[in-house]
């Protein structure tokens, strides 16, 4: 089993950058997909980022390629998000999450989840 939360969430103005963590416990972190969701106000939760075991792969929707990077620190038990060129519409709460899989994007393939961390870009 594995337990997770997130930090580093805040304000920021739109064009910043944030960088979100995500401590997990459990010896075989190595062996958990890690994934980031958000979810804006009045919306559903989205898939946002994944990587795969060990960093093998690495995923991110259409909304934020180019301008996140997800990565992870197996030593530490650590996952990122790099957060740059921030919009209003990147507002939300981020939540970190793992699945005991090699890959996925799906959140229903994720059974531990943190309890999210705000970020707000606004002027």
């Known amino acids: 089993q594995v337990q997770v939360v997130e930090s580093g969430g805040g304000l920021v103005q739109p064009g910043e950058s944030l960088k979100l963590s995500c401590a997990a416990s459990?010896?075989?972190?190595?062996?958990?997909?890690m994934g980031w969701f958000r979810q804006a106000p009045g919306k559903e939760r989205e898939f946002v980022a994944a990587?795969?075991?060990?960093?093998?792969?690495?995923d991110y929707s259409d909304s934020v390629k180019g301008r996140f990077t997800i990565s992870r620190d197996d030593v530490k038990n650590e996952v990122y998000l790099q957060m740059n060129s921030l919009k209003p519409e990147d507002t939300g709460v981020y939540y970190c999450a793992a699945a005991q899989r090699l890959r996925s994007t799906l959140q229903t393939d994720y059974k531990y989840w943190g309890q999210g961390t705000q970020v707000t870009v606004s002027s």
């Open positions: 459990g010896r075989t972190f190595s062996y958990y997909a």
């Open positions: 990587i795969a075991w060990e960093g093998r792969g690495l």
